[in-house]
């Protein structure tokens, strides 16, 4: 089976002049499809420019990231936003909702950008999907913090990719409503055949992945290893 990410050699150094820091210091790594693979390691350790390298948020400097055998540097930025668009579903911890929409325009939006007839009837199926069948038209200030990582989460799967990648998705939320959003990460994964790559402190959450990644300084300590050590 061929690998659905593959990084080569990849370094990442990010900011100008004396201020410039060499993040990532190269890190090859290959993720299957249908995997859930946690990235955990110490704060600073490039866990969160990591898994941004791997959505096409950030550019590496120099080496490869192949998705679904696509090399990103190849392509140019409205290539590669279409494409992320299309393959990627990304989850952040502070949500990233808009504030001026309702939270099914919010799901609707990637979908209206990526020119579908259907993106309201969608985000509509996808909001009932992760249990806000009665939030569809209320504001990100009226729900909960839980409620708007719902949404954040029927956003990124909207468009059915191939790999949702989340950073840090219950590091805003207290212990229910987290353990809430991982179960329902993973039941999506499941149920969509998705790969998984998340960026976590979590123990808990760690383990449930197949395999984690341990960074520390910008480079990979092992390709795997045990999500019960430090995260």
């Not at 009932?128 to 956003?155: C, N, T, W």
């Amino acid at each position: 089976m061929s690998a659905l990410i593959e990084l080569k050699n990849v370094e990442l150094s990010l900011g100008k002049d004396a201020a410039r820091v060499h993040i990532l210091k190269g890190i090859s790594l290959a993720i299957e499809p249908g995997e859930a693979v946690g990235l955990v390691g110490p704060s600073g350790s490039g866990k969160s420019s990591l898994l941004m390298v791997m959505a096409g948020l950030e550019r590496a400097d120099s080496g490869s990231v192949l998705i679904e055998g696509v090399d990103l540097a190849a392509m140019g930025e409205d290539a590669l936003a279409v494409f992320r668009g299309k393959r990627i579903g990304i989850v952040f911890q502070s949500f990233h909702l808009v504030p001026t929409m309702t939270a099914r325009e919010n799901v609707a939006l990637p979908l209206e950008l990526a020119g579908r007839n259907d993106a309201f009837a969608r985000a509509e199926a996808e909001l009932r999907a992760v249990g806000l069948g009665d939030r569809l038209h209320h504001y990100p200030a009226q729900l909960s913090g839980g409620e708007q990582q719902r949404v954040a989460i029927a956003r990124a799967v909207a468009p059915d990719p191939a790999i949702i990648v989340a950073d840090e998705p219950t590091g805003n939320l207290d212990e229910t409503n987290g353990a809430s959003i991982v179960d329902l990460l993973f039941a999506l994964k499941r149920e969509r055949g998705a790969t998984l790559v998340l960026v976590t402190h979590d123990a808990g959450l760690a383990a449930k992945c197949d395999r984690t990644i341990r960074l520390r300084s910008g480079v990979i300590l092992a390709p795997e290893a045990s999500p019960l050590a430090e995260v």
